[in-house]
């Protein structure tokens, strides 16, 4: 949410899932030396919406391994210069976002630097940490001007990426753009093909958008899955901060790969439900335990919540206006796996850093007891209820079929109350979202 630019976001830039899990929650991580490398959280409780459904989330949470086992890292950051990048929430904060990442990096890890606008130029070559001024000074020597060559930017970057190669360690191209994306000679199809060529090299890639209003989430989204990468938003400087001291570090080191999770319910206890957010990442169940099939990474320490709205057997669908039609399911022709007793069975199978494509996956479960559903959110942890009124408050903002406006007065209570709490996260949102309800009393 981005008031402080004194107006309400787009609707068609609010992406549910982000709003989610743009908060650190505290879900407990495995044991440092776990052979599961994350850990499942599952809870329920009546939604924060008067309509008689349940809200269910699954959180997990990646393990830390201790900094002394991070691999040597070769970083290659690809920063579109483009004449689009000039406004201060754009090219400004991805020059901090690099110059905050050399603080955190250590002095043997490298880094490259590769711009594109209307022509693509290496400004920095792989170039030890210890030599901070001198990549300081190329980052501070960035500026804007000019169309956009992306496609050609990405392959120079792989290219540096090689050209500093650490076998066996970290090998990352990070794409700083604010979505207004020429592919050039190729289609969004023939990019995609181009990254995933790449990433077999031993190459992954990440995404971060920045500013507001026309960021391309589809093709960003596309493009750092291909990668085997996370897709991330950054807007403010206080969100550049804390994507460098949080989430960078996850995104270079990898603890999972190919992660695919699936929620089996029990449908003599659920009638109904449907996932919020997560349109773009979406699975088909007969791939879940098809290892070849490509899917997400996790890093360390990153964090992922999912949650879902849930009709339990014996009642009725909400009678919402403008939602879509309720679809049926495919006849399941295998065996149940989830427990009667249970109201849901959440399955994850991942593969571990270093398999390739035909290696065979792991695979953890985790359940949900039909009688462990709170009576009340009220009932439940802090950070279910925070993510109950993040995912109301966002469905309130890109005006979906299922928001509910009535819940306002309860979000404010929450995010209010945990404002105060001393989180900054929390307190930067509770401060926004004052200055939003006044926008939408207007």
Same mark, same amino acid.
Request: with cysteine; hydrophobic share 45%; net charge negative.
């Given at each position: 949410?981005?008031?402080?630019?004194?107006?309400?976001?787009?609707?068609?830039?609010?992406?549910?899932?982000?709003?989610?899990?743009?908060? $650190?929650?505290?879900?407990?991580?495995?044991?440092?030396?776990?052979?599961?490398?994350?850990?499942?959280?599952?809870?329920?409780?009546?939604?924060?919406?008067?309509?008689?459904?349940?809200?269910?989330?699954?959180?997990?949470?990646?393990?830390?391994? !201790?900094?002394?086992?991070?691999?040597?890292?070769?970083?290659?950051?690809?920063?579109?210069?483009?004449?689009?990048?000039?406004?201060?929430?754009?090219?400004?904060?991805?020059?901090?976002?690099?110059?905050?990442?050399?603080?955190?990096?250590? !002095?043997?890890?490298?880094?490259?630097?590769?711009?594109?606008?209307?022509?693509?130029?290496?400004?920095?070559?792989?170039?030890?940490?210890?030599?901070?001024?001198?990549?300081?000074?190329?980052?501070?020597?960035?500026?804007?001007?000019?169309?956009?060559?992306?496609?050609?930017?990405?392959?120079?970057?792989?290219?540096?990426?090689?050209?500093?190669?650490?076998?066996?360690?970290?090998?990352?191209?990070?794409?700083?753009?604010?979505?207004?994306?020429?592919?050039?000679?190729?289609?969004?199809?023939?990019?995609? $093909?181009?990254?995933?060529? $790449?990433?077999?090299?031993?190459?992954?890639?990440?995404?971060?958008?920045?500013?507001?209003?026309?960021?391309?989430?589809?093709?960003?989204?596309?493009? +750092?899955?291909?990668?085997?990468?996370?897709?991330?938003?950054?807007?403010?400087?206080?969100?550049?901060?804390?994507?460098?001291?949080?989430?960078?570090?996850?995104?270079?080191?990898?603890?999972?790969?190919?992660?695919?999770?699936?929620?089996?319910?029990?449908?003599?206890?659920?009638? =109904?439900?449907?996932?919020?957010?997560?349109?773009?990442?979406?699975?088909?169940?007969?791939?879940?335990?098809?290892?070849?099939?490509?899917?997400?990474?996790?890093?360390?320490?990153?964090?992922?919540?999912?949650?879902?709205?849930?009709?339990?057997?014996?009642?009725?669908? !909400?009678?919402?206006?403008?939602? !879509?039609?309720?679809?049926? *399911?495919?006849?399941?022709?295998?065996?149940?796996?989830?427990?009667?007793?249970?109201?849901?069975?959440?399955?994850?199978?991942?593969?571990?850093?270093?398999?390739?494509?035909?290696?065979?996956?792991?695979?953890?479960?985790?359940?949900?007891?039909?009688?462990?559903?709170?009576?009340?959110?009220?009932?439940?942890?802090?950070?279910?209820?925070? =993510?109950?009124?993040? +995912?109301?408050?966002?469905?309130?903002?890109?005006?979906?079929?299922?928001?509910?406006?009535?819940?306002?007065?309860?979000?404010?209570?929450?995010?209010?109350?945990?404002?105060?709490?001393?989180?900054?996260?929390?307190?930067?949102?509770?401060?926004?979202? *004052?200055?939003?309800?006044?926008?939408?009393?207007?």
């Amino acid at each position: 949410m981005r008031t402080n630019l004194g107006s309400l976001p787009q609707k068609e830039s609010v992406r549910l899932e982000e709003y989610v899990n743009s908060f $650190k929650y505290g879900y407990v991580a495995p044991a440092t030396d776990s052979a599961v490398p994350f850990s499942v959280s599952v809870a329920a409780a009546p939604n924060l919406f008067e309509r008689g459904t349940v809200l269910m989330r699954v959180g997990i949470q990646g393990k830390n391994p !201790p900094p002394e086992s991070k691999k040597p890292a070769n970083i290659v950051f690809l920063v579109d210069t483009s004449g689009s990048m000039q406004s201060a929430d754009k090219l400004p904060l991805v020059q901090q976002v690099l110059s905050e990442t050399v603080g955190i990096l250590a !002095p043997t890890d490298t880094i490259s630097v590769v711009s594109y606008a209307g022509d693509t130029s290496v400004r920095l070559g792989p170039t030890p940490v210890s030599q901070a001024q001198a990549i300081t000074n190329t980052i501070n020597g960035l500026t804007s001007a000019g169309s956009t060559a992306g496609a050609a930017g990405i392959d120079l970057a792989y290219q540096q990426a090689q050209a500093g190669f650490i076998p066996g360690g970290i090998n990352h191209v990070v794409l700083c753009t604010d979505g207004d994306f020429n592919v050039g000679p190729f289609s969004t199809a023939e990019l995609v $093909k181009l990254i995933e060529e $790449k990433r077999k090299t031993g190459v992954t890639l990440t995404v971060l958008g920045f500013g507001v209003g026309n960021l391309n989430d589809a093709l960003m989204e596309s493009v +750092s899955n291909a990668g085997n990468g996370i897709y991330g938003v950054i807007s403010n400087p206080e969100q550049a901060t804390s994507y460098v001291t949080q989430r960078m570090l996850s995104t270079l080191v990898h603890i999972a790969k190919d992660v695919k999770i699936q929620v089996e319910f029990n449908a003599n206890a659920v009638f =109904a439900y449907r996932l919020l957010g997560y349109e773009n990442r979406a699975i088909a169940d007969a791939n879940f335990r098809n290892d070849i099939i490509d899917a997400g990474e996790i890093g360390a320490g990153h964090q992922v919540t999912a949650l879902y709205e849930l009709v339990l057997a014996g009642g009725m669908l !909400p009678n919402v206006s403008g939602a !879509p039609a309720a679809e049926d *399911g495919a006849a399941h022709t295998g065996a149940a796996e989830v427990a009667a007793s249970d109201l849901a069975l959440i399955k994850l199978r991942y593969k571990q850093p270093g398999a390739n494509e035909t290696d065979p996956a792991l695979e953890v479960n985790s359940s949900l007891a039909a009688a462990g559903v709170g009576a009340s959110y009220l009932d439940l942890d802090s950070d279910f209820q925070w =993510a109950a009124a993040i +995912s109301a408050y966002a469905e309130i903002l890109k005006q979906s079929p299922y928001a509910d406006k009535a819940a306002l007065a309860t979000i404010e209570s929450i995010v209010m109350h945990q404002g105060m709490m001393g989180a900054p996260d929390k307190a930067e949102f509770a401060r926004l979202f *004052g200055t939003a309800k006044s926008l939408m009393a207007q």
